[in-house]
Nanobody, 123 residues
Framework: VQLQACGGGLVQTGASLRLSCAASGRSFSNNGVGWFRQAPGKEREFVASINWDGVRPYYADSVKGRFTISRDNAKNTMYLQMNSLKPDDTAVYYC?????????????????WGQGTQVTVSS
Protein backbone atom coordinates (compact mmCIF):
# COMPACT_ATOMS: atom_id res chain seq x y z
CA VAL A 1 0.00 0.00 0.00
CA GLN A 2 1.22 3.47 -0.85
CA LEU A 3 -0.24 6.59 0.71
CA GLN A 4 0.15 9.93 -1.02
CA ALA A 5 -0.60 12.96 1.12
CA CYS A 6 -1.07 16.42 -0.32
CA GLY A 7 -2.69 19.76 0.40
CA GLY A 8 -0.20 21.32 2.75
CA GLY A 9 1.13 24.81 2.36
CA LEU A 10 1.97 28.16 3.91
CA VAL A 11 -1.02 30.06 5.28
CA GLN A 12 -1.76 32.83 7.74
CA THR A 13 -3.35 32.45 11.15
CA GLY A 14 -7.05 31.82 10.85
CA ALA A 15 -6.88 30.30 7.38
CA SER A 16 -8.05 26.87 6.29
CA LEU A 17 -6.42 23.96 4.50
CA ARG A 18 -7.70 20.59 3.38
CA LEU A 19 -5.28 17.71 3.38
CA SER A 20 -5.92 14.63 1.27
CA CYS A 21 -4.35 11.22 1.42
CA ALA A 22 -4.96 8.75 -1.37
CA ALA A 23 -4.08 5.09 -1.05
CA SER A 24 -3.07 2.77 -3.83
CA GLY A 25 -2.24 -0.90 -3.90
CA ARG A 26 -5.21 -2.13 -1.90
CA SER A 27 -8.43 -0.91 -0.41
CA PHE A 28 -8.47 0.33 3.15
CA SER A 29 -12.26 0.46 3.39
CA ASN A 30 -12.18 -1.97 6.31
CA ASN A 31 -9.47 -0.13 8.23
CA GLY A 32 -9.40 2.76 10.61
CA VAL A 33 -7.39 5.71 9.37
CA GLY A 34 -5.80 8.70 11.04
CA TRP A 35 -3.66 11.78 10.88
CA PHE A 36 -0.60 12.56 12.97
CA ARG A 37 1.76 15.51 12.92
CA GLN A 38 5.33 16.27 13.87
CA ALA A 39 6.57 19.75 14.63
CA PRO A 40 10.28 20.62 14.52
CA GLY A 41 12.09 19.26 17.55
CA LYS A 42 9.02 17.40 18.80
CA GLU A 43 7.75 13.86 18.66
CA ARG A 44 5.01 12.85 16.29
CA GLU A 45 1.61 13.33 17.87
CA PHE A 46 -1.90 12.15 17.21
CA VAL A 47 -4.30 14.54 15.49
CA ALA A 48 -7.44 12.68 14.41
CA SER A 49 -8.71 9.23 13.54
CA ILE A 50 -11.90 7.66 12.22
CA ASN A 51 -13.44 4.20 11.98
CA TRP A 52 -13.66 2.13 8.83
CA ASP A 53 -17.25 3.28 8.26
CA GLY A 54 -16.53 6.97 8.64
CA VAL A 55 -18.40 7.46 11.87
CA ARG A 56 -17.26 8.33 15.39
CA PRO A 57 -14.15 10.34 14.66
CA TYR A 58 -11.78 11.05 17.51
CA TYR A 59 -9.66 14.17 17.88
CA ALA A 60 -6.80 15.47 19.93
CA ASP A 61 -7.98 18.17 22.29
CA SER A 62 -5.73 20.68 20.57
CA VAL A 63 -7.67 20.42 17.29
CA LYS A 64 -11.17 19.55 18.46
CA GLY A 65 -13.73 21.90 16.98
CA ARG A 66 -11.32 23.16 14.31
CA PHE A 67 -10.31 20.03 12.38
CA THR A 68 -12.55 17.46 10.72
CA ILE A 69 -11.42 14.05 9.54
CA SER A 70 -13.38 12.24 6.87
CA ARG A 71 -12.98 9.49 4.31
CA ASP A 72 -14.33 8.36 0.98
CA ASN A 73 -13.97 4.61 0.76
CA ALA A 74 -15.05 4.59 -2.87
CA LYS A 75 -12.04 6.77 -3.66
CA ASN A 76 -9.74 5.11 -1.11
CA THR A 77 -8.98 8.57 0.20
CA MET A 78 -9.00 10.26 3.59
CA TYR A 79 -9.17 13.97 4.33
CA LEU A 80 -8.36 16.42 7.07
CA GLN A 81 -10.18 19.73 6.92
CA MET A 82 -8.30 22.24 9.05
CA ASN A 83 -9.97 25.52 9.96
CA SER A 84 -8.92 28.41 12.17
CA LEU A 85 -5.29 27.42 11.84
CA LYS A 86 -2.82 28.61 14.42
CA PRO A 87 1.00 28.85 14.40
CA ASP A 88 1.04 25.89 16.81
CA ASP A 89 -0.45 23.76 14.03
CA THR A 90 2.77 24.12 12.04
CA ALA A 91 4.10 20.62 11.43
CA VAL A 92 4.55 17.87 8.91
CA TYR A 93 1.25 16.01 8.72
CA TYR A 94 1.22 12.25 8.16
CA CYS A 95 -1.69 10.05 7.18
CA UNK A 96 -1.86 6.46 8.31
CA UNK A 97 -3.88 3.30 7.85
CA UNK A 98 -4.51 1.22 10.93
CA UNK A 99 -4.27 -2.53 11.09
CA UNK A 100 -7.68 -2.59 12.75
CA UNK A 101 -11.13 -1.33 11.84
CA UNK A 102 -11.51 1.39 14.43
CA UNK A 103 -9.92 4.68 15.28
CA UNK A 104 -6.70 4.69 17.25
CA UNK A 105 -4.46 7.29 18.85
CA UNK A 106 -1.47 4.93 18.97
CA UNK A 107 1.19 5.11 16.30
CA UNK A 108 2.02 1.44 16.56
CA UNK A 109 -1.53 0.52 15.53
CA UNK A 110 -0.86 1.96 12.08
CA UNK A 111 0.57 -0.30 9.42
CA UNK A 112 1.00 2.15 6.57
CA TRP A 113 2.10 5.77 6.48
CA GLY A 114 2.14 8.52 3.93
CA GLN A 115 5.25 10.57 3.22
CA GLY A 116 4.01 13.67 5.02
CA THR A 117 2.92 17.09 3.87
CA GLN A 118 4.18 20.35 5.37
CA VAL A 119 1.76 22.79 6.94
CA THR A 120 3.13 26.15 8.00
CA VAL A 121 0.97 28.74 9.71
CA SER A 122 2.39 32.23 10.00
CA SER A 123 1.36 34.68 12.70
Amino acid sequence: VQLQACGGGLVQTGASLRLSCAASGRSFSNNGVGWFRQAPGKEREFVASINWDGVRPYYADSVKGRFTISRDNAKNTMYLQMNSLKPDDTAVYYCGVSGGSYWSVREYDYEYWGQGTQVTVSS
